[in-house]
C-alpha cells in the first residue's frame, strides 16, 4: 500500500479545466472474501496529454476514492511520476470493506499532474459501480479516462458517514418480562401514557458503531455520541442516549436502547430516529447526521407525517426485523445530511 495513500485531502489545489483529456489507465482490480480487502493494483496510464504546455512535461499521481465516500479515510494516492506522459506505478491501494457494503460503493480513480507551485491539474477520470465488476477476472484492464463526471457531485458532498446498528423486536408472547394479563392486553404504543406496569412488546435497537464521521475538533477528531427516539413520541423522558466516545470519528458504542409497550401493529406507525452529535462543552452540540428507519409510507396513525420517510436500506432493515421477530437483524445505514423536520419536537442534546 502507498506510504502517501492517506495524504490529507485538503493539502492540493485543483484545476479542472485546464487539460483536455486524452489516455488510459490500466489496472487490476482484486477483492479478498478471506480477509474483506478491496485491492486495487494502478500499474499504469498511456497517453496522457501534457499538463505544462511551457516546460512541456507531466508529473502524474493517481488519486481514489470510495464513492460517496470522499472523506480523508476514503482518500488513497500513488507516488508522483515525473516528466511522463506514460507513467508506471505498479502501486496497490487498499480499501478493508465487506463485501456487502462494497456493492454499494463506486470506485473513482482520478489521474493528475502535480505542480508545486500552482494548481494541479486534472488529466481524467474513471468511475467504477463495484456492484458489477466481474471480480472473477483477473486480467488487468485498460479504462479510458473521462473528463469530470458532475453526477457524483452532490452525492458525496452530502455524505456524512455510517452507522451499524442492530434491531431485535420481541413480541408480547415472548416478552419474558410482562405479567400474563398484559401479554393479552390491547394496549398500544400510541394510546399508553402512564401504565404502571409495561405492556405489549420490546423493541431492542443495539448501536454498535459508526464510521467516517465528520471530524470537528482541531485536531481532526470528534467527541461522538447517538440519540434515539421512537417517534411520534419524542418527549424527553422516551430519550436514549450512548456514552460519549471522545476524539475518534469511527467510534464504537455497543450500546442498547430499549423501547417497550409496542404491539406488532405499532411497528407499522412509528420510526426509529437515530442522530449522531458531537460533544460540545461551552457551546451547542453539533449534528453530525442520521437515519431514520421504519415503513416509509408518511402515514402514522391515520395521519400524514414528515418523518416517516424512511428510505432504501432504513425501510429494508425495519421490514426484515418485522418479518424475523425474536431475531437480531443488522444492517449499515449511510448517515443523512439533514433529518425531516418535525413538530413539537425538543432537539437539544
Not at 182 to 189: D, E
Request: net charge positive; hydrophobic share 30%; charged share 25%.
Amino acid at each position: 500500500t502507498s506510504l502517501n495513500s492517506m495524504t490529507s485531502a485538503y493539502s492540493e489545489i485543483w484545476d479542472y479545466d485546464n487539460v483536455k483529456v486524452t489516455g488510459e489507465i490500466i489496472l487490476n482490480l482484486n477483492y479478498s472474501y478471506k480477509t474483506g480487502a478491496l485491492n486495487v493494483l494502478v500499474k499504469s496510464c498511456k497517453n496522457l496529454a501534457v499538463a505544462d504546455e511551457k516546460k512541456n512535461k507531466t508529473d502524474p499521481y493517481v488519486k481514489a476514492y470510495l464513492l460517496p465516500d470522499k472523506s480523508r479515510q476514503s482518500k488513497r494516492k500513488t507516488k508522483i511520476k515525473t516528466n511522463t506522459t506514460n507513467p508506471e506505478f505498479n502501486e496497490a491501494l487498499k480499501y478493508v470493506i465487506s463485501h456487502t457494503q462494497l456493492e454499494t460503493r463506486t470506485l473513482q480513480l482520478s489521474v493528475w499532474h502535480n505542480d508545486r507551485f500552482g494548481r494541479n491539474s486534472f488529466l481524467g477520470e474513471v468511475n467504477i459501480p463495484l456492484d458489477t465488476w466481474n471480480f472473477e477476472n483477473k486480467e488487468d484492464e485498460c479504462l479510458a479516462l473521462q473528463p469530470k463526471m458532475d453526477s457524483t457531485s452532490d452525492v458525496t458532498l452530502q455524505y456524512k458517514g455510517e452507522i451499524i446498528i442492530g434491531l431485535h423486536y420481541i413480541p408480547p408472547e415472548k416478552n419474558l418480562t410482562l405479567p400474563l394479563e398484559s401479554v393479552t392486553g390491547k394496549k398500544s404504543f400510541k394510546k399508553s401514557k402512564k401504565v404502571p406496569m409495561p405492556t405489549g412488546g420490546i423493541l431492542e435497537v443495539l448501536v454498535k458503531e459508526a464510521k467516517n464521521l465528520t471530524a470537528v475538533k482541531s485536531r481532526g477528531t470528534s467527541d461522538t455520541f447517538v440519540k434515539g427516539y421512537l417517534l411520534p413520541d419524542n418527549n424527553k423522558s422516551t430519550k436514549h442516549k450512548t456514552p460519549i466516545i471522545k476524539k475518534s470519528v469511527n467510534p464504537q458504542w455497543n450500546h442498547t436502547f430499549s423501547f417497550t409497550s409496542l404491539q406488532p401493529v405499532d411497528l407499522q406507525n412509528v420510526s426509529l430516529e437515530l442522530t449522531v452529535w458531537d460533544k460540545e462543552s461551552l457551546s451547542s452540540n453539533i449534528f453530525l447526521g442520521g437515519v431514520c428507519l421504519g415503513c416509509g409510507t408518511g402515514i402514522s396513525y391515520g395521519n400524514e407525517v414528515t418523518w416517516m420517510d424512511a428510505q432504501g436500506e432504513e425501510k429494508y432493515l425495519w421490514q426484515k426485523m418485522m418479518d424475523h421477530p425474536g431475531t437480531l437483524v443488522e444492517g449499515t445505514l449511510m448517515l443523512r445530511s439533514t433529518m425531516a423536520r418535525r413538530k413539537n419536537t425538543n432537539q437539544s442534546s
